[in-house]
């Protein structure tokens, strides 16, 4: 029978519980064990898809077309885990669930209510994720005291009273603020989170407190006394440089070592050495590389986690530190854009919806083009390089996707073709992984050494194969589509130096261990771009021989 690990979260959100939970896992992993994590998230959304990106972040996808949230982003990342769509679970989906049950008759004319129907439904997901594992981490979103976290929290109140406190563990994620003014770090908001939890019925068994600073021994017998937890249960979750050195401070505290005490298990002794070794190549790099993500939600970096990691991945595959910088698409069609992109190795625009900053992605596109700077497009980073190719060098002035202008006379890029008449916003997209065949001699097939490949989608748009000839002519090489030559995926400028854009997300399958062959391509290619100029730029002696 599967373990399960609950990891809630007080004070204040967006205390890295997701983390975390991630951390965990991998510290389990490293020990032989076999190990699943969920979310659950209590706002009413049935899901995240058709949330803005500035209010919570980015749509991370599965390969069976689960819009989710992003921690199952960081869950994949630190750990091997095959999720799906019954790794995320949302108040919206239960509810929905539920009534869909009662209008069918299915309570057979009880009463439907929070206790029992909706925690056993909650408590019915858990337990659905955790056949063929040892342990199941589940994270409830939110911070204890909220209203909608309620029912949640009384799920997992439950599973200790039915699976025993030997298959069941709480960890709560706090916070242990340092206090400027007086130089001290500060318990009391700890005391008062734990002092809630234990309100709804639930003992943490190991607190993770989150600080700038680690906690003294004092400090630690403090908060273990108020808050009636073992000493060495209290760990120190202290602000790092990378969240991938999250799971090696863990380790140092033995979070692993209480949780197989607790939970009974038996395991091997943990080997973490690969992960220790990526956290020292990442800290260490031997060079560097600029990568301007050029996008338009670039104020909030959540909207391209998965993204933003997926280049430091290809960073670690070089032994180079990308540094990314943000550049709001709408910047670039203001005076002085060719100055500001000047300064960048690389270029990459990624997927995105609605037509604000379109025409700014199209304008770093034509520089990148133009002046042989590497370039990669994603999704709807694709679609722009289309329309600039179509508008810039085959002359087809007014060519654009029918998303932006439906009247266009050159619709390059038009709905998907079993989504026209769909105008629904949620699940109305290609989601989930689909495969592609790669064209010989492509940047693409070279980056992934094999023909043939599976990817994850989620665009409601697709490159008209009806432009494909004039396009070609032009040297815009489709090497990539799928098995049945019904749709586009790869695009390659030739005669540049590295040149794609690619409809699915290829950093929704990247990890530190294991960098995506896309992303290891463009800063490879980056890398030699910035040499290059390197170079080629006049030495002082040459720079003074010419001022004379």
Not at 180 to 199: M, N
Request: aromatic fraction near 8%.
């Amino acid at each position: 029978m599967a373990k399960y690990i609950f990891v809630t979260g007080g004070v204040v959100s967006s205390l890295g519980k997701g983390i975390a939970a991630s951390s965990i896992g991998c510290l389990l992993e490293s020990r032989g064990l076999r190990v699943t994590l969920q979310k659950f998230d209590p706002y009413l959304n049935v899901d995240p898809g058709t949330m803005s990106p500035l209010q919570h972040g980015e749509v991370f996808v599965t390969d069976d077309g689960a819009e989710t949230d992003l921690d199952l982003g960081h869950y994949e990342r630190f750990t091997h885990a095959a999720l799906t769509q019954a790794n995320n679970l949302t108040s919206g989906r239960i509810y929905e669930r539920i009534i869909t049950k009662e209008r069918r008759g299915d309570y057979l004319g009880k009463t439907v209510q929070v206790i029992p129907h909706v925690t056993n439904e909650i408590k019915a997901a858990a337990v659905k994720v955790s056949a063929g594992v040892d342990v199941v981490i589940v994270e409830i979103g939110g911070t204890v005291g909220d209203i909608e976290s309620l029912p949640f929290l009384e799920a997992i109140r439950q599973m200790r009273h039915e699976h025993g406190r030997d298959n069941t563990l709480y960890v709560h994620v706090t916070l242990v603020p340092w206090i400027a003014a007086a130089h001290e770090l500060k318990t009391k908001p700890t005391q008062h989170s734990v002092k809630e939890l234990r309100e709804i019925g639930i003992q943490p068994d190991m607190l993770l407190c989150r600080s700038e600073r680690f906690l003294s021994q004092e400090l630690r017998e403090k908060i273990a006394l108020f808050c009636d937890v073992n000493v060495e249960a209290v760990i120190t979750a202290r602000d790092v440089e990378s969240v991938y050195e999250v799971p090696l401070i863990f380790s140092e505290q033995g979070v692993d070592e209480i949780v197989l005490k607790l939970l009974r298990l038996e395991a091997a002794p943990r080997d973490m050495r690969r992960w220790s070794g990526m956290v020292h190549r990442l800290k260490n790099p031997s060079r560097e590389v600029d990568i301007a993500l050029v996008g338009k939600y670039v104020l909030y970096e959540d909207s391209y986690k998965s993204l933003k990691e997926a280049l430091l991945h290809g960073g670690l595959a070089h032994d180079a530190k990308v540094n990314i910088h943000w550049l709001d698409s709408e910047r670039l069609l203001e005076p002085g854009k060719e100055e500001i992109l000047a300064t960048f190795d690389g270029i990459l625009v990624p997927g995105g919806f609605g037509t604000r900053g379109v025409d700014g992605m199209i304008e770093a596109i034509r520089y990148a083009r133009e002046r042989r700077v590497p370039y990669f497009g994603i999704c709807l980073g694709m679609q722009a390089l289309v329309i600039e190719f179509a508008r810039n060098v085959c002359g087809l002035a007014d060519a654009h996707s029918t998303e932006f202008d439906p009247a266009t006379p050159h619709r390059v890029i038009y709905k998907l073709r079993e989504l026209t008449g769909v105008d629904g916003m949620g699940g109305t997209m290609r989601l989930g992984a689909y495969p592609c065949l790669l064209a010989a001699g492509s940047h693409a097939h070279r980056a992934y050494g094999q023909d043939q490949i599976s990817e994850r989608h989620r665009h409601r748009y697709e490159f008209n194969r009806e432009f494909e000839q004039a396009l070609g002519e032009h040297g815009l090489r489709v090497t990539g589509c799928t098995p049945d030559g019904i749709y586009v995926e790869i695009c390659e400028i030739e005669d540049h130096p590295w040149f794609l854009g690619c409809q699915f997300h290829p950093e929704f399958k990247s990890r530190p261990l294991e960098p995506h062959p896309l992303f290891s391509a463009f800063i490879g290619a980056a890398l030699k771009c910035r040499q290059e100029r390197s170079e080629a730029r006049p030495r002082p002696a040459e720079q003074m021989s010419h001022a004379d």
